[in-house]
């Protein structure tokens, strides 16, 4: 009946995705079939030889976890098992709780864009399992290098402390791939994570073995390294694919390619909800086996994050004409939790706890609106594409949670803890309040260099295993380049599919 509507497309018609040479070749490229289309797979599906080099990896941490890695002495046949079973009494079910978190809010936070919902999900499996075993090793290396027990080198002990510190250092590696995310292959993601779980230990085993910093939620070393860390490898590696060439196109990022559907937003969506519920798990699992520290770290996560959140939902209409945008709440309803981690088990006092959370969600939705602008390339000043936003949800919060520490710290005292909980909250007890907080403020630096040095050798890492897969250009796109389209052909790539709902 008339004219049929722009935006109604024939169920039957099938068009078939342009070929990523066409600009450049113009005519000269055949419309794709489906034998062009099986062999344009295989050719851009991870190869054997980079499956066969994950294996060796794999193999070389079994190996190395038979001769470094053995049971805690808790879990032996002669043992009363009474701490063990206080263990898995207390900080188990925390453990779940940052499980989930882990493998199913980072997963479905990151399944936002439109064509690559699966692959951030089975991506986040697979990233995070491999650096769960690899944080154990390293973390054990680096303590024992750094740590000042009487017996340097022994073998690791996992216990449920060194558990739950693996799911948190693959939690840094999951926020760095959020700022890499649909620009490289699940192999480089492995490479990414192989380098960054090294550094991760390094900085850990500096803050708290040498430095004796408080940071019991990860403000600074989880979540400000893991957004560093990515930002700074998406910007060197963006930087190395200009040079080769791939980058000089200022046409800009494909919006339509890069942004989200109803769907995936509501996945994302879902998976925000698991991280809503489950953070204060997360601030509270490891601060201390006293229930007061626990207790608190608990109630200032929830305080904090339930006025990040109402936070964004005032700012965010206000910023985009009086609606609501599903960005911010996805994230910037979250990052309350991140800037009050570093301070979570200290007497922060509620209402000093929600001034926190309002001031982070106040920061991260600005954030996040200005990431819009960065992403589209019409900020020129500032030169990255991060995709997920990780800087804006991780990062700034991060560092703001550094400097609320160091803040409540300089204002501690044995008539607040007592002197019990004042000793064992700063370790060594000849320093002073206003010496601890000058350990926390330099806690950020010494974190802000360790991201960027560990980021842009990332950054290297991957170039070079891009440049093995014989010059293609398909697997690592820039912000400036169209090549965002392989947000869709990289997933129709790893993962065998026909139809796709999303796309309808």
Same mark, same amino acid.
């Given at each position: 009946?008339? &004219?049929?509507?722009?935006?109604?497309?024939?169920?039957?018609?099938?068009?078939?995705?342009?070929?990523?040479?066409?600009?450049?070749?113009?005519?000269?490229?055949?419309?794709?079939?489906?034998?062009?289309?099986?062999?344009?797979?295989?050719?851009?599906?991870?190869? %054997?030889?980079?499956?066969?080099?994950?294996?060796?990896?794999?193999?070389?941490?079994?190996?190395?976890?038979?001769?470094?890695?053995?049971?805690?002495?808790? &879990?032996? &046949?002669?043992?009363?098992?009474?701490?063990?079973?206080?263990?898995?009494?207390?900080?188990?079910?925390?453990?779940?709780?940052?499980?989930?978190?882990?493998?199913?809010?980072?997963?479905?936070?990151?399944?936002?864009?439109?064509?690559?919902? #699966?692959?951030?999900?089975?991506?986040?499996?697979?990233?995070?399992?491999?650096?769960?075993?690899?944080?154990?090793?390293?973390?054990?290396?680096?303590?024992? /290098?750094?740590?000042?027990?009487?017996?340097?080198?022994?073998?690791?002990? +996992?216990?449920?402390?060194?558990?739950?510190?693996?799911?948190?250092?693959?939690? !840094?590696?999951?926020?760095?791939?959020?700022?890499?995310?649909?620009?490289?292959?699940?192999?480089? /993601? +492995?490479?990414?994570?192989?380098?960054?779980?090294?550094?991760?230990?390094?900085?850990?085993?500096?803050?708290?073995?040498?430095?004796?910093?408080?940071?019991?939620?990860?403000?600074?070393?989880?979540?400000?390294?893991?957004?560093?860390?990515?930002?700074?490898? %998406?910007?060197?590696?963006?930087?190395?694919?200009?040079?080769?060439?791939?980058?000089?196109?200022? #046409?800009?990022?494909?919006?339509?390619?890069?942004?989200?559907?109803?769907?995936?937003?509501?996945?994302?969506?879902?998976?925000?909800?698991?991280?809503?519920?489950?953070?204060?798990?997360?601030?509270? =699992?490891?601060?201390?086996?006293?229930?007061?520290?626990?207790?608190?770290? $608990? &109630?200032?996560?929830?305080?904090?994050?339930?006025?990040?959140?109402?936070?964004?939902?005032?700012?965010?209409?206000?910023?985009?004409?009086?609606?609501?945008?599903?960005?911010? $709440?996805?994230?910037?309803?979250?990052?309350?939790?991140?800037?009050?981690?570093?301070? =979570?088990?200290?007497?922060?006092?509620?209402?000093?706890?929600?001034?926190?959370?309002?001031? =982070?969600?106040?920061?991260?939705?600005?954030?996040?609106?200005?990431?819009?602008?960065?992403?589209?390339?019409?900020? #020129?000043?500032?030169?990255?594409?991060?995709?997920?936003?990780?800087?804006?949800?991780?990062?700034?919060?991060?560092?703001?949670?550094?400097?609320?520490?160091?803040?409540?710290?300089?204002?501690?005292?044995?008539?607040?803890?007592?002197?019990?909980?004042?000793?064992?909250?700063?370790?060594?007890?000849?320093?002073? !309040?206003?010496?601890?907080?000058?350990?926390?403020?330099?806690?950020?630096?010494?974190?802000?260099?360790? =991201?960027?040095?560990?980021?842009?050798?990332?950054?290297?890492?991957?170039?070079?295993?891009?440049?093995?897969?014989?010059?293609?250009?398909?697997? +690592?796109?820039?912000?400036?380049?169209?090549?965002?389209?392989?947000?869709?052909?990289?997933?129709?790539?790893?993962?065998?599919?026909?139809?796709?709902?999303?796309?309808?």
């Amino acid at each position: 009946h008339g &004219t049929p509507s722009p935006h109604f497309h024939e169920p039957t018609a099938f068009h078939a995705p342009p070929h990523p040479l066409r600009p450049l070749l113009g005519s000269h490229i055949p419309t794709h079939t489906s034998a062009t289309q099986s062999r344009a797979s295989k050719a851009m599906g991870p190869r %054997t030889s980079e499956m066969l080099f994950v294996l060796l990896l794999e193999a070389i941490v079994i190996l190395l976890y038979g001769l470094f890695v053995e049971y805690d002495s808790t &879990t032996e &046949t002669d043992s009363t098992g009474t701490e063990s079973e206080a263990l898995l009494r207390d900080v188990y079910p925390l453990f779940q709780d940052v499980h989930v978190m882990v493998f199913i809010g980072f997963g479905f936070l990151m399944a936002f864009l439109r064509h690559y919902g #699966r692959a951030s999900v089975a991506y986040t499996l697979f990233v995070a399992s491999f650096c769960f075993q690899w944080v154990i090793l390293c973390r054990g290396f680096f303590s024992q /290098l750094l740590g000042h027990s009487d017996e340097r080198w022994h073998k690791i002990p +996992i216990r449920m402390e060194a558990i739950v510190n693996a799911d948190f250092g693959a939690a !840094a590696v999951l926020i760095s791939m959020g700022a890499v995310l649909g620009k490289v292959s699940a192999f480089q /993601l +492995i490479l990414l994570g192989f380098v960054e779980v090294a550094f991760f230990a390094l900085n850990e085993a500096i803050l708290v073995e040498e430095m004796r910093v408080s940071d019991v939620g990860g403000s600074l070393v989880i979540h400000m390294f893991g957004a560093v860390y990515g930002v700074a490898c %998406t910007i060197v590696l963006q930087k190395l694919m200009n040079r080769l060439g791939s980058g000089s196109s200022e #046409r800009g990022v494909n919006r339509d390619r890069e942004g989200p559907t109803y769907n995936s937003d509501l996945f994302s969506l879902i998976g925000a909800v698991f991280l809503f519920l489950y953070w204060p798990s997360f601030n509270g =699992a490891l601060a201390g086996n006293n229930g007061n520290a626990r207790h608190r770290a $608990i &109630t200032n996560t929830l305080l904090a994050i339930t006025t990040s959140t109402i936070a964004v939902f005032i700012i965010s209409p206000i910023l985009n004409k009086g609606k609501f945008k599903m960005e911010h $709440i996805q994230n910037a309803t979250l990052a309350g939790a991140v800037a009050i981690g570093g301070a =979570a088990n200290m007497r922060v006092y509620p209402w000093a706890a929600m001034m926190v959370g309002l001031v =982070a969600g106040a920061v991260s939705v600005l954030g996040f609106h200005l990431n819009e602008h960065i992403k589209e390339g019409s900020m #020129r000043i500032f030169k990255w594409h991060d995709t997920c936003g990780v800087l804006f949800l991780h990062g700034v919060p991060g560092l703001l949670g550094g400097v609320v520490s160091a803040i409540f710290a300089s204002m501690s005292s044995e008539a607040d803890y007592g002197v019990y909980l004042y000793d064992g909250q700063f370790v060594n007890a000849t320093r002073s !309040a206003a010496g601890q907080a000058g350990f926390q403020l330099l806690a950020i630096v010494v974190t802000l260099v360790l =991201a960027v040095v560990g980021g842009c050798l990332s950054a290297f890492v991957l170039y070079m295993a891009r440049s093995s897969r014989g010059g293609r250009t398909g697997d +690592i796109s820039t912000a400036k380049t169209s090549h965002f389209s392989e947000f869709n052909d990289v997933d129709k790539t790893f993962f065998c599919y026909e139809d796709d709902v999303e796309k309808v």
